[in-house]
């Protein structure tokens, strides 16, 4: 499992920086080769933004190449398909009861071998009956981390975009926090509602509404969300300088 990964972080690398392009090399629409992970769960509102991520998806496979499933998959942490999916997304409104050991085992397998959870908060809220929960597991996966606010020139910030917002559906907090497992970023913790920021309904509208600067602020989050997936799939990319002309021209 390890070594799909790694070709997982090659591939999305190429797409990212233009190197190669399924659609050109193969022709035609090319199969998904990545798929967002939804963490499912009994006793959870697990998917309370349901046209959320596969808006992401959308935006990911028009902005970057990466032939990417426009469907998220619903993953249990107990199941053994938990591993074919390096972008986790853990999202919930409400508290839920405490996962199987099973599943617990499978997290901290899965960070540890190189992916990535993003904590949604739905509600928005910190500290609310969704945070709490997650946290509670959590300590279960990584008993002696904790989560610590990510510094602004983490790379997750250039991984594909020059970012120093973070948009959302609301503005709860003006900054991320995360969880390292060996000087990587293994856990993100978001408080600003992501994907209800990019949900839209069948007819193409926006499900929520957004306060303040509604269009740049969709935008923000798409970008972050994003750089999201990037870092996911590959890592320590445009960690480099060698990659700033490129990140500036794509700014530009």
């Known amino acids: 499992m390890q070594s799909a990964w790694f070709y997982r972080c090659v591939w999305g690398c190429l797409l990212a920086a233009g190197l190669f392009s399924p659609t050109t090399s193969f022709g035609g629409e090319p199969p998904p080769d990545f798929q967002l992970g939804l963490l499912s769960h009994p006793g959870a509102n697990w998917n309370p933004r349901p046209g959320g991520l596969s808006r992401l998806a959308w935006e990911l496979r028009k ?84 989560f610590k606010r990510i510094p602004s020139d983490h790379v997750l910030y250039k991984s594909f975009y020059l970012l120093n917002r973070h948009g959302g559906r609301v503005p709860t907090r003006a900054h991320l926090e995360g969880i390292f497992v060996e000087n990587r970023l293994a856990v993100i913790h978001y408080a600003n509602d992501l994907a209800g920021a990019i949900s839209r309904d069948k007819f193409g509208q926006w499900l929520y509404d957004i306060a303040v600067a509604e269009d740049r602020t969709r935008e923000i989050t798409f970008r972050l969300g994003i750089n999201m997936v990037m870092y996911a799939l590959c890592l320590t990319y445009k960690e480099d300088q060698v990659h700033i002309p490129f990140i500036l021209q794509r700014r530009k």
């Open 63 to 146: 902005r970057t190449s990466i032939a990417v499933d426009l469907k998220e998959a619903a993953v249990a942490p107990e199941s053994e398909a938990l591993f074919n999916h390096p972008f986790l997304i853990w999202q919930g409104d409400r508290g839920f009861p405490p996962l199987s050991d099973v599943g617990i085992a499978n997290l901290r397998q899965h960070l540890k071998m190189g992916g990535t959870l993003l904590v949604d908060l739905s509600d928005g809220q910190i500290n609310g009956p969704f945070d709490l929960a997650v946290r509670r597991e959590l300590r279960r996966v990584f008993p002696e981390q904790s």
